[in-house]
């Protein structure tokens, strides 16, 4: 088993209750949530379009944890200023996003907040490699983005493995974060064995088979003991 202080729980609020927002993010808030999941698409980048800065000003209204904001963006570096407005925001984008990734990293490190970078199922670890030094978060992608609701692609439990052997082999500070298809069972069960610190789950939390404290609960306790 893990120890709870090592991994982090972020309700994804894509699969929230749009017509009930910002009571869905205080319930997460209120049941534990260390992060909230902000998923940002642009119809381009992946196919759907989800929300942009009036909602994601929102919802960091209702919570006082830090927001995890996922730029499934084109050319996420234009809209920085858009989306990172405090330095508690912790900003992710996609290396398959990025013309100049080593730049658009060291613009949000210099706006002072945290940095990812998100890797989809068919990009390998080596987008990554050269700026790990620089990361807070590797996200690995456990399904193709765009989408809620999608299955847990097993093959990313290697990559799981694989970028933390490459991050404890370079001695680097960065969290592995999962994305996609996370649920209180066998899927964060394995994730957090493979070495992910932080989960991001959207439909096991926000559902209407129990309530989001109990969600939470399952959650947290599918794989502490």
Same mark, same amino acid.
């Given at each position: 088993? #893990? $120890?709870?202080?090592?991994?982090?729980?972020?309700?994804?609020?894509?699969?929230? @209750?749009?017509?009930d927002l910002g009571?869905?993010?205080?319930?997460?808030?209120?049941?534990?949530?260390?992060l909230i999941h902000v998923d940002i698409m642009d119809g381009l980048f992946v196919p759907a379009i989800s929300f942009g800065e009036v909602v994601v000003d929102a919802i960091r209204a209702?919570?006082?944890?830090?927001? @995890?904001? +996922?730029?499934?963006?084109?050319?996420?570096?234009?809209?920085?200023?858009?989306? %990172?407005? #405090?330095?508690?925001?912790?900003?992710? #984008? +996609?290396?398959?996003?990025?013309?100049?990734?080593?730049?658009? #990293?060291?613009?949000?490190?210099?706006? =002072?907040?945290?940095?990812?970078?998100?890797?989809?199922? =068919?990009?390998?670890?080596s987008a990554v490699e050269d700026v790990l030094p620089l990361l807070d978060m590797v996200?690995?992608?456990?399904?193709?983005?765009? %989408?809620? =609701?999608? $299955?847990?692609?097993p093959q990313s439990l290697d990559k799981i493995r694989r970028v933390k052997t490459m991050i404890d082999q370079g001695k680097h500070d960065a969290q592995i974060e999962v994305d996609g298809g996370i649920k209180a069972d066998w899927t964060a069960q394995d994730s957090v064995k493979a070495g992910a610190t932080i989960l991001v789950a959207g439909s096991a939390i926000f559902n209407h088979q129990e309530s989001i404290p109990d969600a939470m609960n399952n959650m947290r306790g599918c794989f502490l003991g």
């Open positions: 088993m #893990v $120890s709870e202080a090592r991994i982090l729980i972020a309700p994804s609020v894509l699969s929230a @209750n749009f017509a009571r869905e993010v205080r319930a997460v808030t209120d049941a534990g949530a260390d209702n919570t006082d944890v830090p927001l @995890n904001i +996922h730029l499934m963006i084109q050319e996420p570096e234009t809209l920085l200023s858009t989306f %990172a407005k #405090v330095e508690s925001d912790q900003i992710l #984008v +996609h290396a398959e996003a990025c013309g100049h990734l080593h730049r658009t #990293v060291c613009r949000i490190k210099d706006k =002072g907040n945290q940095v990812g970078v998100a890797i989809n199922p =068919g990009t390998p670890l996200m690995i992608m456990s399904v193709n983005p765009g %989408a809620s =609701g999608q $299955s847990f692609i």
